[in-house]
């Protein structure tokens, strides 16, 4: 038991002291760090290409996404279809590059929500305490009992026309949706980071600061934040999934997305019942999916590897 | 199709010519239901059609367990409750009617000794009663008898409005009497041409008096007989929980012999169609499963096992779109779509004509629904060939074209037409639904080739078919240029289906978007036709003149029929049993038996 | 500590109350009403609609709505539902035990998996066996569980015809009979949830190992000469459990609330298949129900994650 509670975080100390002395040169060590993961750099081209594709694609595959062709039902790959076809004969490639916008964005969006949302709420709760910390997690623990479902009709409800109105139907949905999944994925992260920052303020370095001078907010920022992210780019990266995950779950319920929008989560989903016959029409989404995650995973471990002074290289 | 030609065909059937069922299946072609049909070959002699289900069974039990799946599950066993089919057929099981509907709408006797008739003396000449007499010796599932003061208690429950029963609609506007210890009377306010309503079908099985007696009006939601049926039918209750299952065993003291033929039946809810389809058709674990709503390419692979098959039973549910025949978009008095205005673009006859036939109903059978969701128009001219392509509908992307520009309206640069400074744009709206999206998909691709921009719009169905009447979204509200859904017609007559063209029944801001024309389209024609076929007791000329209401409606494009959408269920190969579209899928489960 | 408990335990009654007038709100606000299926259906008449919208009290003021159901909910009354006209806790009592059986079975899968394999993973980092791990975790957290439930079924039910898929909770064998029915319906639930949790705790494990594993603390023990294992179990596990304490108080009241999608697809009759039904068919006093026991279990765990932590670093101090 002895080493577990005795144990000096000195690492931490130095970690602090290092990343002092080396200011300047600080980004440019992370990005050299960074550049020697491997895998995260293949992954951050792979996520790019993968952007690109679904933000210039459908300039050049200018297959339209509705085009119904009945005598093409259910197709696999092919040099017309490169992706298949589904079961109304639409062309898979223009659908998944269409769909993939909103995935990806829905995703990459909750993600961040997720991220600074949580991260913001867990600090301030973690080291302020008492009633701050109380309210604060009041907030959460509402928003962790909130119905989503129900709270989606609401809102869709009582802001659909006025978006429309704004910024045209399938725009105000995709803000509408974007808001609701990010509102709901930042409090696992707000928990998570509060809990570190618990155990972090009490350590030897953090001590050590304060006894050095150092105010809140700089303790905060450079010392415990820096500590306590390894759990948050978890679950930023987790997140992505999630939330395209729930988007398609949400149009199973009949909300979200019209179901004649193909996102990623809405293909794989409509693909599942003839998954036993035409399999490439689940396999591309659920593929392209897989890689986002894969991808995003693998960034956030370089930046976890390069964010962490102790990790040798 | 008038009256003299309604007589021929009849003479037909008369003389053997025409099959009892080719007759049936023509009129509910031409928007009327098999009921109706069956009664006016009864009104004019023709000799009542044996029944094609054969029983075999010699003796009673032995079956073992008749495994059923519904995809929702009944949530309450009170059939006065039912708010929707689950429920009703949850207490079909152990509830009775005194009459059933059969497929070709024959009413089979349950509860009654026969079917009330002129001939018997059960229906009045005058169409102001009709006399039903129960069988002799019928016990509830504890043991007391059946009596007339079942059904009077039954009329009392239903028609009074703090019971909040669903059936209300059936009993409130009649009046029941008894007669003697085994016979009532239903009276009539008026010459009822359709008298077998109350007591019949869906909303017709009979509740114990003695035991939900003390339970009457405001009390009714305390009665543990909601959740425990006592009921007549072949199977007893034994266990139920709320979505889940309903579960019954045989009742030994059943009234007909040899049946039933089940030791247990089992009723389990939830999950989806698609899997429901499998477990009965691809894996044998289930006998039957209740309105299955899979698309047509997946079935086919699933019955290729042999395990089991789609049941397809024609009803009368229609799939169809709606057009607006007000201003959605212009607020009058507090309401937008008010009587008081016109639409900019559908009141013009080329364009409702041309959106006409801008409805790939083929297509939209083909590849959307298959066996379950037959193309229509409504309006079949041709009598030779039952569901003949060659009729008043067609899918016509040219013709839409050449009729738009006919009417006058130019295609602009972006490739809209226009008229006036008009834009043709319409917002197409249905309920949450992947077929409808499918569908909504499919029109929206025609009308664009002819120059007409469609916004597509989805809303859960819950909120939808919502009646608060703070919600803009709902389908009475009518919000937008035009709309789809189904409208059920499995009811045995068609006058409250009709009844949705009639202009009293213009849903608007008065009667809180209670009423039933949602379209709110007028003609004087239609209502003096609809008052007509109200008293009318000669089922032949009434239904000359709901064929004559169904003419004008279609003809005048106020709405685009798209699809019947027959019943579908999945049944295993073994099992033997006859569901019929105009009643319950369990309306006869004392009947059904499975080969060994 | 006492004293700080007690704070909490103050504060839980107001928050409570707070809660459960948002969820209310929501809930009435929300469109829509509980007699969908009644619309369609030309035989009834549209006053029975609006007879039984006044009767349940769905056109009064939210204030005053808001007021019938706590006043009620102070006696114990946790209403009834619109749909089925059966009391609110009766249906709940009739599922709650299938859902705990089935998410608390996947909730052990999932820590069963995600501790071990976390752990082991983050001593070897970007060993063979840590990127394995990290491939199937990928895949298990970014496909859906509609989508492998339905894999399952495919598979395991369909082609090998080895497990049933449709779950019944009323099982009449008895014995072991019964034990095995329960065990072999319950297996491809289990597997679609455990699996799915499990691959992303595996992932915060592992991140939470390695955020320890190289501190000097843990070097110090090696260099004591204390076996790996001790080392291991002993100094690196306990140090990475706060955040897993964490999220698994954070996942405890699904166990309650169930898993919607699963319980869909197998057809489980628990909570979170009531909670889905009834909020598509608007049913307010069965939703309500559900989601207020939901937020006290939130509450309750959340607060018991933060006494955790202090068990696990006892240098957390409460002020």
């Known amino acids: 038991m002895a080493g577990s509670t005795h144990a000096l975080p000195t690492a931490s100390v130095k970690a602090g002291t290092i990343g002092r002395t080396k200011h300047v040169s600080a980004g440019l060590e992370a990005w050299r760090r960074f550049r020697r993961h491997r895998l995260a750099v293949v992954s951050a081209v792979i996520l790019t290409l993968m952007v690109l594709a679904v933000a210039l694609g459908p300039l050049l595959w200018q297959v339209p996404i509705n085009d119904i062709d009945f005598t093409a039902r259910l197709k696999g790959p092919s040099w017309s279809h490169p992706f298949g076809t589904d079961d109304l004969g639409q062309d898979l490639l223009a659908r998944m590059l269409y769909g993939g916008r909103i995935s990806l964005a829905v995703g990459l969006a909750a993600m961040s929500v997720a991220i600074v949302v949580g991260t913001v709420v867990g600090a301030v709760a973690g080291i302020s305490r008492g009633s701050v910390d109380a309210g604060l997690m009041w907030v959460t623990d509402l928003f962790l009992a909130l119905p989503q479902l129900p709270l989606l009709l609401l809102i869709i409800y009582l802001f659909r026309d006025s978006l429309k109105v704004l910024v045209g139907p399938e725009f105000g949905v995709f803000i509408l949706i974007v808001a609701v999944i990010g509102a709901f994925r930042w409090m696992p992260v707000a928990r998570l980071v509060r809990a570190q920052f618990f155990s972090l303020r009490e350590k030897e370095f953090v001590e050590a600061a304060r006894a050095l001078g150092a105010t809140t907010p700089r303790l905060v920022v450079r010392h415990i934040l820096p500590n306590s992210l390894g759990p948050v780019i978890v679950a930023g990266t987790i997140d992505v999934a999630n939330a395209i995950i729930a988007e398609s779950t949400l149009s199973f319920l009949g909300l979200g997305f019209p179901p004649d929008i193909p996102t990623w989560g809405r293909i794989l989903f409509d693909a599942k019942d003839y998954l036993d016959f035409a399999p490439h029409w689940a396999l591309f989404p659920g593929a392209a999916i897989f890689l986002t995650v894969l991808t995003i995973n693998f960034i956030g471990d370089g930046l976890r590897d390069t964010l962490d002074p102790r990790k040798v290289m | 199709m008038n009256e003299h030609q309604l007589r021929g065909l009849i003479a037909k059937v008369k003389t053997g010519k025409l099959s009892r069922r080719a007759f049936v299946h023509r009129m509910v072609a031409l928007g009327l239901t098999a009921p109706l049909a069956s009664q006016m070959l009864d009104f004019a002699g023709v000799a009542k059609a044996q029944s094609t289900f054969e029983y075999k069974p010699t003796k009673r039990g032995g079956g073992g367990t008749l495994k059923t799946l519904f995809w929702q599950g009944a949530t309450l066993l009170n059939p006065h409750f039912a708010v929707g089919t689950k429920d009703q057929e949850g207490s079909r099981i152990f509830y009775e009617p005194l009459a059933g509907w059969d497929a070709d709408g024959n009413l089979v006797p349950f509860l009654a000794a026969e079917i009330p008739s002129v001939e018997n003396g059960g229906l009045a000449r005058d169409g102001l009663s009709v006399t039903w007499r129960l069988k002799k010796d019928v016990k509830w599932h504890d043991g007391h008898p059946v009596t007339a003061d079942d059904l009077l208690f039954n009329w009392e429950y239903a028609s009074d409005p703090e019971t909040a029963a669903v059936t209300v609609g059936s009993y409130k506007d009649v009046k029941v009497e008894k007669v003697d210890a085994l016979t009532v009377r239903v009276r009539f306010e008026r010459p009822t041409p359709f008298w077998a309503d109350a007591f019949v079908g869906t909303r017709g099985m009979i509740i114990p008096k003695h035991l939900f007696e003390p339970f009457k009006g405001a009390k009714s939601r305390e009665a543990p007989t909601n959740l425990k049926p006592v009921g007549t039918g072949a199977y007893k209750f034994v266990a139920f929980s709320p979505g889940d299952v309903v579960k019954g065993e045989l009742n030994p003291d059943y009234h007909l012999p040899n049946r039933p033929y089940f030791d247990t039946i089992e009723m389990k809810g939830g999950g989806d169609s698609v899997s429901a389809a499998r477990a009965v058709i691809q894996t044998g674990e289930y006998d039957y499963a209740w309105n299955v709503q899979v698309e047509d390419e997946i079935l086919k692979r699933m019955e290729q096992g042999g395990k089991g098959r789609a049941e397809i039973v024609p009803g009368g549910n229609i799939e169809h779109i709606q057009l607006n025949s007000t201003d959605p978009w212009t607020e009058v008095d507090g309401e937008r779509s008010s009587i008081k205005t016109k639409h900019p673009l559908l009141a013009d006859p080329a364009v409702r004509q041309a959106l006409g036939m801008l409805v790939d109903r083929a297509s939209v059978e083909q590849h959307i629904y298959g066996r379950a969701g037959v193309a229509t128009g409504n309006f079949l001219n041709n009598p030779e060939r039952f569901r003949s392509k060659n009729t008043k509908w067609e899918f016509n992307i040219d013709k839409a074209n050449q009729v738009l520009e006919a009417g006058g309206w130019k295609r602009g640069p972006d490739g809209i037409r226009s008229k006036d400074g008009k834009k043709l744009k319409l917002v197409y709206q249905t309920s949450t639904n992947a077929p409808r999206q499918k569908n909504q998909a499919i029109v929206k691709q025609a009308c664009q080739k002819a120059g007409i921009d469609v916004e597509l719009k989805s809303v859960t169905a819950s909120v939808f078919f919502s009646s608060d009447v703070g919600n803009p979204d709902t389908y009475t509200k009518f919000y937008c240029d035009i709309q789809m859904y189904t409208t059920t017609m499995t009811e045995p007559d068609p006058v409250k289906f009709m009844d949705q063209f009639t202009s009293w029944e213009i849903s608007s801001k008065d009667n809180k978007w209670q009423g039933r024309n949602i379209t709110r389209w007028r003609s004087e024609e239609y209502d003096s036709a609809y008052r007509k076929a109200e008293g009318e007791l000669d089922p032949v000329k009434r239904a000359a003149l709901f064929i004559r209401m169904n003419e004008l409606v279609c003809n005048d494009h106020a709405v685009i029929p798209v699809v019947y959408r027959p019943k579908q269920g999945a049944i295993s190969s073994k099992l033997h049993a006859s569901i019929s579209g105009w009643d319950n899928d369990l309306w006869n489960v004392r009947d059904w038996y499975r080969d060994a | 500590m006492s004293r700080y408990l007690l704070r909490r335990l103050a504060i839980v009654i107001p928050s409570l109350l707070g809660i459960s007038i948002v969820l209310f709100t929501v809930l009435a606000l929300a469109p829509g009403d509980p007699f969908e ?193 001790t080392v291991v179990v002993k100094h690196v596990v306990r140090n990475a459990l706060i955040p897993v304490v964490t999220l698994v108080a954070l996942q405890m009241p699904a166990v309650f609330g169930g898993a919607i999608v699963t319980e869909q697809i197998f057809r489980i009759p628990g909570i979170g298949s009531l909670l889905i039904t009834s909020i598509l068919a608007n049913d307010t006093p069965v939703i309500m129900a559900v989601t207020f026991v939901f937020a006290c279990l939130v509450i309750l765990f959340n607060l018991l994650a933060d006494i955790l932590y202090g068990w696990l670093d006892p240098r957390i101090a409460y002020r």
């Open chain 3, 37 to 229: 299926e009644l619309a369609t259906n030309p035989n009834i008449p549209q006053e029975v609609r609006a007879g039984l919208r006044e009767k349940f009290g769905l056109d009064d003021p939210i204030a005053l709505r808001y007021l019938r159901w706590f006043m009620a909910m102070v006696h114990g009354d946790w209403g009834f539902s619109f749909v089925s006209r059966v009391d609110v806790d009766v249906l709940i009592r009739q599922r709650l035990s299938t859902t705990l059986f089935v998410v608390g079975s996947s909730q052990i899968l999932a820590l069963l998996v995600a501790l071990p394999v976390g752990v082991f993973a983050a001593t070897r980092p970007y060993s063979i066996f840590d990127q394995i791990a990290n491939t199937l975790a990928f895949i298990g957290f970014s496909l859906p569980t509609f989508f492998t439930g339905i894999l399952f079924i495919l598979l395991f039910s369909i082609y090998l015809d080895w497990l049933p898929f449709v779950y019944r909770a009323d099982i009449s064998a008895t014995g072991w009979h019964w034990y095995w029915a329960h065990i072999k319906q319950a297996l491809m639930p289990v597997a679609v949830l455990g699996l799915f949790q499990g691959a992303s705790w595996t992932r915060y494990v592992r991140s939470a190992a390695l955020d320890v594993i190289r501190l000097d603390y843990v070097t110090t023990a090696r260099a004591k000469g204390l076996a790996e294992g």
